[in-house]
């Protein structure tokens, strides 16, 4: 036999088992093309559990149950697509504002609007950080493997409850749709973070009060019997027009996730140090990159990938210090040219190659290693 | 060591559950690095469908096949498709009932009688794929004919064990036919 | 929650207590409008009700159960 | 002298309805229900989406979640399921429940969950300034039908007993009593139940309409008290009797299982659900 | 008696009244502060002058409706603010991929989520061009005058129906709620473009069928007998998987807009040749840096104001070029920093001051007076 | 021999749906009854969302919008206010037009606009693959019922009556001319009609319920025979017996104002719309 | 739009000619199981429905009513 | 020349009406620059409501006063609330029949009865805003009398063009016993 801890599942199966890992009791979603097999698996393992799955009757349903459920204290889930992603983008916000915690998983497929609904792309890398309206905190993870869909998205769970925010986190129909073998941790290998609750069974005057910089301790409902809502309100967390108040508030829902980047800021560097032809990518694109530098540095070119596991907030300093080094940012993504934006931002010299492809098909290392023949190196 | 091996057929042969039992039986059952993955969409309700496992001793990094080392082809809309994807010098089993391709120096065709094989031994076709994958990995060597069985077994609904044993039994014999 | 006090004006009628409390009372008239007795009226100043006729309340309470503001309220004696 | 302080967040007061505002009346009907019912306000939420109406979960105080127009039925489901026992109250303006939130609401009467749904129906869109809503009569000069409205309007009962829901009742911000009596019936009763609260905004509708509702918004809670039959003596009425009239009482009331019930026997199926 | 062609107007006004001028013939939309006003205009002139009004059932809705519309040959637009922005994004990238013209407002107001109805904020500014999922074009017009409300809505149905992509126009409350003179043109004065249709009353076998670069000359809805779907498509409208026609495709309905910038491109230069201080400013902001800029200048400080009046594409060339010789790009802007992003991106050398208010009130030139104060100029 | 071909964009052909798919029996019904109409192929508009039976437009010669999920109604309306001469029809699965298109069913019923909207209930998302969807049977194993649907299911009819539609029918996929004459009353009724095509999905659905409705497709198509009861008949049924039962017929059909034409009437209140 | 030609297998009966477009039968068996007279089975290696009994058929037209695919058609005679 | 006014009072007033007026008459009767704006929101409902208007020979660049040169105030609780944002050496003109400002060097407060008055001459105060207006107008000279009656004239709805004049005559009358 082989060890039961191993097993040889489709990336969505292994994100849906992370957040059964990750303590995920509320799972409420709509089905979409490719992400399915995170609700099915769901239906199956919530009722077994004591856990609760809905299917919910469309996208804004589904987001809107989980804030629900969430309020109430049960680490709550959605996935979907593109399509859906963007009909959940208005009650992202509003789980922003609330600063409710939930995970969002957005398996990418083509095109825009229905597109290509069996196809990998990552076109929705900027709807990510910029798909709402108003301005507001993001945290989005892009796990370019079956075991990162498992631990990223325990890692996603704890993120979102200790920042109290939504966290997103992007597959593709690539990484969701193949099988690789995973160890499934041990209870206790991992870490799981739950939300900190304040004392005293959650009676507090002033639900929202909280450092800059710091996230809320809101108490879950029951007896705090406290007020939520999406407008901009104060610490009592009902709604306030004080400039200085809405300002401040404003702010702070951003800056409690930049004031701890050690805690969120993710990425893999591959040979970078010394690399002159610096790979950006991330996914599955990151996947096919790290294949071109292996052959690159087969062939004495000093190639390196650097690839934010956590996308946003982009680690850019870090970014940036390879990228001051590099003599070529190469940037490979199956869309046309969002991380692109990301590189022009924090680069100040280097010269920036995009590599696109829109096609529905996979991005593969031969389109990235013939563009980069075309480099002057 | 990296090979590419691709399952095609029609929709409801069930070469995707057979790449997923090679896929297992050399990631759990033989400690290699293997990705598998499959088609999805209109193809795959109707028409040619796919499956494509890769296996490899060092991690896979990129997780599509692009030059495939080893193929099952189960109908000739499924040959026709996907035959120009096989690499120079790799190998081809067909199910001779169904498939027919022309003889070629690029690549090897090894041609067996799978289907009617299958129904005179079995009486019916549920484990066509079954009995083609372990034909396959008798012609490939690909996965050993232990890791084969148990990642079989871990497949099989309860009850049809045995008869997925004697499918991967028959495979196994008609393979050995070639030799 | 923290209570808060309104201040009350407090009308005595042969048949009930009758509270306003004029803070809250928003001057729309519909205790008054709805009043089997007449016994309401607004201060156009203010724009608060007041009970120039409490000898007439019957202690009805449609005053109290209409007021849209927590404005009103009868005690019956 | 019943007792509002101890259901109000007090502080809150006075709130931001105009004056004569029905929504607040509609308020101190379902505080009065609250308390006959007992409950306690630790297991209460109260949830709304936006509008004027659903400004009111800010004035009492429960667990209260202002969510986002028209979504409060998604979120009130998410809650429900997620901690069946809590009692969920959802207040919600005619727009917010039966125009963006449409779908929500007959899903919810679809599923029979067990919330209990006061539409405060003003037939007007409030908040925004006076546009017409699904519910605005045909006929009427809003906002954005400064012609008479050329749309036919829903039935809310009708739709609500067509989708599903297992208990419907229609009072008005008139008949006071009555309303307590639907509500109090609407929270005891176990599964979706809707009671819709016919109400009336003069600062965006009737000041538009006075030929039709009167000079005032005294005027129009006449108007309410004129046009109310009960459904018993609705049942002796033509369709052509009926075409102005609210029709108030119990309009439906079934048992059917309850969603989070059923949800929770499959659960015990599996021994309550052991991790 | 005044001249009667001049009108003291609110912008929102101005803008429908726009929208009347260039020939819009269908509004359907749903109501939300502060944009309320452009339907409510809409609502009372098109039954008059033999347009169609709707007040749909939600955002979804409205967007539906008047693609639909737009389709039978009638100019159509919808106005909403952030939260109905939000749920339109879906069916925006319908409008993109399957190239309908249509014209959306969106009055922008405080906060995330429902945040400050009533409160001005330019916090959708990155929203409206990566609001959707996929990749996809935009065209992105921030007016910041009454008289722009109108004349900008103008070209916004202009280059709606010439490119056959969806325009967006970014109001917010200060532009779209103030009242300003302006001369409404006598018909015929400002250019009105109108789509063009393919001859042969609309009959062709391949609808889409268009030059690289090029809008397509898609037939309406009639004799034509067309196809239009949300999925990836051919020349003849119907779906295809086909990874060369995908990629065409999908590159297509962004470089038809590239490929024209000179007709896209609008921006206001104001005393940028010599500034050493440049502000980058949209809309009302722009009009407090503009102020700025006066007192500066009166001081003896170069600085001057680059303004975006098409946003996306945003026109970098131009503004590199200003943006080369400044020593400071200042950037004033209602919210976080969006427009700071695009600086970063097309600026090289010179240091970038964000000016970031989000407070529900309005930025004013004191604000940006005293930031500028602690520059080293 | 009818002449499908004439109605057809025969070079699409054959279609993507499985083999036996209900959903290619009531496109032939659709074609024939458009047939019998007699309607001018320039001045018909198919609208769909997303779905099996969303593909549908792609194969017919009229008009043909392909929109996205759940929101046909929405374009169509736009289409049809637009446009009014265009004969507007709406083909959409039961989860196209009753789950996420809920919101738009409920108000196109509302408004009572000029539309046919067939629904092609197969009681699940085929699509993505068999997911329970708002008609599922409860008790049915589906993809995200893996141990029995606990949920209730709409009763497509009853909602479009709560919600105004003015013509309402109910066929199957197997009573194929019964169906075609519902499909052609729907379309000459003046205002919005909503005809349910009862229909099954063997690949997604049957095949997990074999118990129930056997095992295979054609057992599915004996299923609906067997369980058709017209209206006639089921009044005198019990509701139980009526449990598991498909009620056929045209169950609800009356005159009511029709939108575009009231909105036609107010641009002619204006002299129709002088420039 | 353009007309595409369906290659067609005729066979004549008593009462009717029945066709058959090889290229759109999915061989589903749909016309099989209702047909009433037994007329149509299936060629199982091409999945293509025959009619091998086509001197029963009465030409009632069930076939093609219900054939999802427009593959089988029926003409009388 | 850049004049800022605040014109403030409770929701139902109409002082949003008498600062379009004045933006009107400024801007299409006298050729001026002018910019009008309003507070919205819960505000605006009830309490204290605010309205703005900039008069200006230049274009205005920002739109939003920061500066009040002139201020009417109609009740107290604006006049609280917005007297803070009136200029040194500004001018508020408050309605003494219902609002009282200390005296201050600070700027110059004017004093009428304005609703009394109002009362008196037209037996109710719907046209209070139209006469506070005028003596606004006429107190502080930013418009010429003939643009306030053309703007005034231009608002009224049809039928109440007299009544509206009266309203303007009464409200000049009362400014000029100030001489
Ligand atoms: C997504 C979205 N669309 C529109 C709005 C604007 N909006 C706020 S409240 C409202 C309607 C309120 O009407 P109703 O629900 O009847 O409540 P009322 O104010 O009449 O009590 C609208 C359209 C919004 N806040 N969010
Ligand atoms: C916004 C959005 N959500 C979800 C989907 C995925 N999706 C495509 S079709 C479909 C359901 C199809 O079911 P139905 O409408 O009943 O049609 P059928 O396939 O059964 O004919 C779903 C959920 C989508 N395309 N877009
Ligand atoms: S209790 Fe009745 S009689 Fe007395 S004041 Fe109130 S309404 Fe009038
Ligand atoms: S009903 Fe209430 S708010 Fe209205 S006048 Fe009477 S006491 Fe005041
Ligand atoms: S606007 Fe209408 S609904 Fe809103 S508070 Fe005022 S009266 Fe009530
Ligand atoms: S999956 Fe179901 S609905 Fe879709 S084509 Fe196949 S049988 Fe028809
Ligand atoms: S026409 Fe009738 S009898 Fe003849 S083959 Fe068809 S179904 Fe059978
Ligand atoms: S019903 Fe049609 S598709 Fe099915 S077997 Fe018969 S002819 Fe072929
Ligand atoms: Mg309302
Ligand atoms: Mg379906």
């Known amino acids: ?377 | 060591m990296r090979k590419e091996i691709r399952f095609s057929g029609s929709g409801g042969q069930g070469v995707i559950l057979a790449s997923v039992i090679l896929g297992t039986a050399a990631a759990l059952y033989e400690n290699k690095h293997a990705v598998q993955s499959q088609s999805y969409g209109p193809e795959a309700r109707g028409g040619a469908s796919k499956a494509d496992v890769i296996i490899s001793d060092e991690p896979v990094k990129y997780p599509k096949a692009r030059n495939i080392d080893f193929m099952l082809c189960l109908t000739q809309k499924a040959a026709d498709k996907y035959l120009p994807d096989l690499k120079e010098g790799g190998l081809v089993l067909i199910d001779s009932d169904y498939v027919d391709v022309p003889e070629t120096d690029k690549y090897k065709v090894v041609k067996l009688p799978i289907s009617s094989t299958t129904y005179d031994k079995q009486g019916k076709l549920i484990a066509l794929n079954i009995v083609s994958l372990s034909a396959f990995v008798e012609v490939t060597k690909l996965v050993s004919e232990d890791s084969l069985e148990k990642a079989v077994l871990q497949a099989a609904p309860k009850g049809t064990e045995d008869f997925n044993m004697d499918a991967v039994k028959i495979g196994r014999e008609l393979a050995k036919t070639l030799k | 929650m923290g209570k808060k006090e309104f201040q009350e004006t407090k009308y005595e009628g042969g048949k009930c207590v009758l509270t306003v409390r004029p803070a809250l009372c928003k001057g729309c008239e519909v205790c008054i409008e709805f009043c089997p007795k007449k016994v309401l009226s607004l201060e156009r100043k203010q724009q608060v009700v007041v009970a120039d006729h409490i000898e007439n309340c019957i202690a009805c309470g449609m005053c109290e159960l209409r007021c849209p503001d927590f404005a009103i309220y009868i005690e019956k004696k | 002298m019943f007792d509002y302080s101890q259901y109000l967040r007090n502080e809150k007061l006075p709130h931001i309805w105009c004056p004569g505002c029905g929504h607040g009346i509609v308020l101190k009907s379902l505080i009065r229900a609250v308390a006959k019912a007992g409950w306690n306000k630790d297991e209460i939420v109260l949830v709304s989406g936006i509008g004027c109406a659903s400004r009111l979960p800010g004035y009492v105080d429960f667990n209260t979640l202002h969510t986002a127009h028209g979504r409060a039925l998604a979120f009130a489901t998410g809650i429900k399921l997620a901690k069946p026992e809590m009692h969920v109250i959802v207040v919600s303006g005619d727009g917010d429940s039966l125009a963006i939130g449409g779908n929500h609401f007959i899903h919810a009467c679809r599923r029979n969950i067990d919330i209990t749904l006061i539409c405060f129906n003003n037939g007007i869109y409030g908040m925004t300034g006076g546009q017409y809503s699904p519910t605005t009569a045909s006929g009427d000069k809003t906002a954005t039908s400064p012609f008479g409205n050329v749309e036919p309007h829903f039935n809310v009962a009708e739709l609500a007993k067509g989708a599903g829901a297992t208990f419907v009742a229609r009072g008005t911000s008139y008949g006071v009593p009555q309303l307590d009596n639907y509500i109090y019936q609407g929270l005891m009763h176990k599964g979706f139940s809707v009671i819709e609260a016919a109400e009336a905004c003069f600062t965006t509708h009737g000041r538009k309409n006075r030929k039709k509702y009167g000079p005032s918004n005294l005027d129009m809670l006449k108007w309410q008290r004129d046009h109310a039959v009960s459904v018993e003596k609705a049942a002796g009425m033509s369709e052509e009797e009926l075409q102005d009239k609210i029709v108030t009482g119990v309009l439906h009331n079934v048992d059917k299982p309850e969603f989070t019930e059923q949800y929770q026997k499959l659960i015990d199926s599996f021994g309550g659900g052991a991790k």
Chains 1, 5 share one sequence.
């Open chain 1, 1 to 377: 036999m082989a060890n039961p801890k191993y097993e040889f599942i489709q990336g969505n199966l292994a994100c849906a088992k992370g957040a059964a890992y990750a303590g995920c009791k509320f799972f409420g979603g709509y089905p979409i093309t490719p992400s399915t097999e995170i609700a099915e698996f769901m239906s199956e393992y919530q009722p077994q559990h004591g856990g609760k799955f809905i299917q919910m009757e469309d996208e804004i349903a589904s987001i809107g149950s989980i804030i629900g459920a969430s309020l109430t204290g049960a680490k709550a889930m959605t996935a979907t697509s593109g399509p859906g992603f963007s009909l959940m983008q208005e009650l992202l916000g509003y789980a922003c504002i609330a600063e409710v915690p939930i995970v969002v998983v957005d398996v990418m497929r083509g095109g825009p609007s229905t597109g290509l609904p069996t196809s990998p792309a990552q076109s929705d890398l900027l709807q990510a950080k910029w798909g709402t309206h108003g301005d507001h905190p993001t945290i989005t993870i892009v796990p370019n493997s079956v075991e990162e869909m498992f631990t990223e998205t325990v890692r996603a769970f704890n993120l979102a409850e200790f920042f109290r925010t939504p966290v997103i986190i992007l597959g593709d129909e690539i990484i969701g749709h193949m099988r690789e073998k995973i160890r499934i941790p041990e209870p206790g290998e991992l870490e799981v973070i739950n939300r900190s609750l304040p004392n005293n069974d959650g009676v507090c005057k002033n639900p929202y009060a909280s450092d800059l910089n710091k996230p809320v301790c809101l108490p879950n409902f029951g007896k705090s019997r406290i007020h939520v809502t999406g407008l901009n309100h104060d610490d009592t967390g009902f709604p306030t027009m004080d400039p200085m108040i809405v300002a401040r508030e404003n702010e702070r829902i951003s800056s409690k996730i930049y004031h701890q980047r050690n805690m969120i800021d993710k990425f893999e560097a591959v040979q970078c140090e010394d690399a002159k032809v610096l790979f950006l990518a991330v996914g599955s694109a990151a996947r096919a990159a790290e294949e071109a530098v292996s052959v690159l540095r087969g062939k004495g070119v000093k190639a390196g990938l650097f690839r934010p596991i956590t996308l946003w907030p982009f680690p850019k300093e870090e970014f940036a210090k390879y990228a001051a080094n590099a003599d070529y940012i190469v940037v490979p993504e199956m869309n046309l040219g969002q991380l692109k934006t990301v590189a022009e931002r924090f680069t100040k010299r280097t010269k920036i190659v995009p590599i696109n492809l829109v096609n529905g098909e996979p991005l593969g290392p031969d389109t990235i290693l013939s563009a980069v023949n075309h480099l002057n190196i």
